[in-house]
């Protein structure tokens, strides 16, 4: 597992999986600073295919939905490139699918269900 200063990151299976903190409840644009690697590590990451593991997020704003939508361009914009979130939350769903901002990337209620969707592609 390697680590930013932030979040930590680990490969299966050909997906790269950004654990986010504990204490990381809510996404909100004055959190964003503390993602700033991912787009970096999102660009260097062979094959392209990520998930966020979303399990400890309870409340994101429309910044952190921005910054998603950014990301997923960001990954297909490669060959098989790919997004998925992991453990999200119902609210977290529910802003999502209101912005129809989740036909971008992949939801899935487990890690585990990010990861076989993912590896097998």
Same mark, same amino acid.
């Given at each position: 597992?390697?680590?930013?200063?932030?979040?930590?990151? !680990?490969?299966?299976?050909g997906v790269t999986i950004?654990?986010?903190?504990?204490?990381?409840?809510?996404?909100? !644009?004055?959190? &964003?600073?503390?993602?700033?690697? +991912?787009? !970096?590590?999102? *660009?260097?990451?062979?094959?392209?295919?990520? +998930?966020?593991?979303? *399990?400890?997020?309870?409340? +994101?704003?429309?910044?952190?939905?921005?910054?998603?939508? %950014?990301?997923?361009?960001? &990954?297909?914009?490669?060959?098989?490139g790919r997004l998925a979130? %992991?453990?999200?939350?119902?609210?977290?769903?529910?802003?999502? !699918?209101?912005?129809?901002?989740?036909?971008?990337?992949?939801?899935?209620?487990? &890690?585990?269900?990010? +990861?076989?969707? &993912?590896?097998?592609?």
């Open positions: 597992m390697s680590e930013s200063t932030f979040f930590t990151t !680990e490969e299966t299976r950004v654990h986010l903190p504990d204490d990381y409840t809510s996404a909100y !644009e004055s959190t &964003l600073v503390d993602l700033q690697g +991912i787009p !970096e590590l999102a *660009r260097k990451i062979e094959p392209p295919r990520l +998930i966020i593991d979303l *399990r400890h997020v309870k409340y +994101i704003g429309s910044a952190f939905i921005g910054f998603l939508i %950014s990301l997923s361009t960001q &990954l297909q914009s490669r060959p098989n979130l %992991s453990g999200v939350a119902p609210f977290i769903r529910m802003a999502l !699918e209101s912005t129809r901002s989740d036909l971008l990337f992949e939801i899935h209620d487990t &890690l585990e269900e990010a +990861i076989e969707s &993912l590896a097998t592609y």
